[in-house]
């Protein structure tokens, strides 16, 4: 069981300016395996809400994912010009085969 939230991504930032962000655009989003077998090849996708467009705008695939363990995926900016909406109400999309997914909604 892959469990994850909206409330635990953020953009790349620079550590010597936090209010700026890094090239080439990133996001982070911390992922957990709940369960007794290694998640692999997870792909995952951030998109904005289906009622602001749906659009990707983030995505990368996570080797591996430990059982019981947990990753910080990085998802790459699918373009550069492609904007999120909103703020960490996106779209959570996880592909893991053999594994169940469990997105939680941002408090």
């Known amino acids: 069981?892959?469990?994850?939230?909206?409330?635990?991504?953020?953009?790349?930032?620079?550590?010597?300016?936090?209010?700026?962000r890094v090239h080439p655009y990133a996001f982070r989003l911390y992922i957990m395996n709940l369960g007794s077998q290694d998640a692999k090849e997870v792909k995952v996708q951030l998109a904005n809400p289906e009622d602001q467009g749906g659009d990707v705008f983030a995505e990368g695939t996570v080797d591996l994912i430990p059982r019981q363990g947990s990753v910080e995926a990085v998802l790459s900016m699918t373009q550069a010009d492609k904007t999120w909406k909103g703020w960490k109400n996106w779209d959570i999309r996880i592909e893991a085969p053999g594994c169940d997914t469990k997105v939680f909604s941002p408090l």
């Open 1 to 20: 069981m892959l469990v994850t939230s909206a409330s635990w991504s953020k953009p790349d930032r620079s550590f010597a300016d936090p209010h700026k």
